[in-house]
C-alpha cells in the first residue's frame, strides 16, 4: 500500500473534529518525507487542517460551514507521547468540569511529571503545572480528585458544601482497584491533601483499610481547610479544621 493511501485510510477512521500526529498514522521513518507531501496535498485539498506544526484536524462539517475541534480536542495531542499520556489538565478548567466552580480560566493548566508543557495559541493558552507522580491512562482522572483537594481553599466561587458533595460522590464511584490507586498516589501529596482523602473517604463508608494513610500523616499535625464536622462529620479523625 502506498504512502498516500495508508494515510487516507487512518486519517477516513478518525471522527470529524478529532486531532492527530504523524505518529498516528502508522508510517514507517523511511516514510515520513513522502507523508509530509501527502499532509500537504490533504491540506490544500480541505481534507484536513493544520493546528500548528505536526498537529492536525479533520475538520467537522456541518450545514453551517466547518467547525474547529473544542478546546479540549485542541489540547489533547500535548497529552500523549508515542501513543502513551504524559500529561493531565487540571487547575480552574479542571474543577469547572468537575462542577466545583463557575469560573472559566483564561490559561488552562497542563500537568506533567515528564515535561513542561506550554501552549500559546491566539485562542487558547495554557501553561504547565506540577505532576506528583507519572501520569498514565490509568491515574490521570485520580491526580485530578487529588488536585482539588490540594487545591481545594484557592478554587473561586467554591461554595464547601456543594463541593464535599461533589468529591464525596466521586469517591463512592470509584472501584476497589481505583480507590487503592488512589490511595497510592496521594502518598506523594502534601499530608494535608491526604488528611483531606482520608476524611472523604471514612466519611462514604467505602471499606477500603485507610491504615497507610494514617500511619503517613504526623498524628500532631493539624490541617485547617475550613471545614466543620457538619459539612464533613470525619473531619476531627483526621485533625482538620
Known amino acids: 500500500m502506498s504512502v498516500s493511501k495508508k494515510i487516507q485510510k487512518q486519517i477516513g477512521k478518525l471522527?470529524?473534529?478529532a486531532t492527530f500526529k504523524y505518529e498516528q498514522l502508522a508510517i514507517e521513518s523511511q516514510e515520513?518525507?513522502?507523508?509530509?507531501?501527502?499532509?500537504?496535498?490533504?491540506?490544500?485539498?480541505?481534507?484536513?487542517?493544520?493546528?500548528?506544526?505536526?498537529?492536525?484536524?479533520k475538520p467537522k462539517k456541518t450545514v453551517f460551514g466547518e467547525l474547529k475541534p473544542n478546546e479540549?480536542?485542541?489540547?489533547?495531542?500535548?497529552?500523549?507521547e508515542k501513543g502513551k499520556r504524559?500529561?493531565?489538565?487540571?487547575?480552574?478548567?479542571l474543577y469547572n468540569q468537575m462542577g466545583l466552580t463557575t469560573q472559566i480560566p483564561k490559561t488552562i493548566k497542563i500537568a506533567s511529571r515528564e515535561k513542561r508543557i506550554t501552549v500559546l495559541r491566539s485562542n487558547i493558552k495554557a501553561m504547565p503545572a506540577k505532576s506528583y507522580v507519572d501520569v498514565t491512562d490509568k491515574n490521570f482522572y485520580l491526580l485530578g480528585l487529588l488536585d482539588a483537594l490540594k487545591d481545594f481553599k484557592q478554587?473561586?466561587?467554591?461554595?464547601?458544601?456543594?463541593?464535599?458533595?461533589?468529591l464525596s460522590k466521586k469517591m463512592e464511584?470509584?472501584?476497589?482497584?481505583?480507590?487503592?490507586?488512589?490511595?497510592?498516589?496521594?502518598?506523594?501529596?502534601?499530608?494535608?491533601?491526604?488528611?483531606?482523602?482520608?476524611?472523604?473517604?471514612?466519611?462514604v463508608n467505602i471499606s477500603?483499610?485507610?491504615?497507610?494513610?494514617?500511619?503517613?500523616?504526623?498524628?500532631?499535625?493539624?490541617?485547617?481547610?475550613?471545614?466543620?464536622?457538619?459539612?464533613?462529620?470525619?473531619?476531627?479523625?483526621?485533625n482538620i479544621k
Open 86 to 93: 504524559i500529561a493531565y489538565i487540571t487547575g480552574i478548567s
Open 208 to 238: 477500603t483499610d485507610l491504615t497507610i494513610i494514617k500511619k503517613s500523616l504526623n498524628p500532631l499535625s493539624a490541617y485547617n481547610y475550613g471545614i466543620r464536622d457538619t459539612l464533613l462529620s470525619t473531619v476531627q479523625n483526621w
Open 173 to 203: 464511584e470509584l472501584n476497589p482497584t481505583e480507590i487503592k490507586l488512589l490511595i497510592k498516589c496521594s502518598l506523594f501529596y502534601p499530608p494535608r491533601v491526604r488528611a483531606f482523602l482520608g476524611a472523604l473517604l471514612e466519611n
Open 15 to 17: 471522527a470529524e473534529g
Open 155 to 166: 478554587i473561586p466561587n467554591l461554595d464547601k458544601n456543594s463541593a464535599i458533595k461533589v
Open 32 to 57: 515520513y518525507t513522502a507523508a509530509v507531501k501527502v499532509i500537504e496535498r490533504l491540506i490544500e485539498k480541505g481534507v484536513i487542517k493544520r493546528i500548528s506544526t505536526g498537529i492536525f484536524y
Open 72 to 80: 479540549e480536542e485542541i489540547l489533547k495531542p500535548y497529552l500523549f
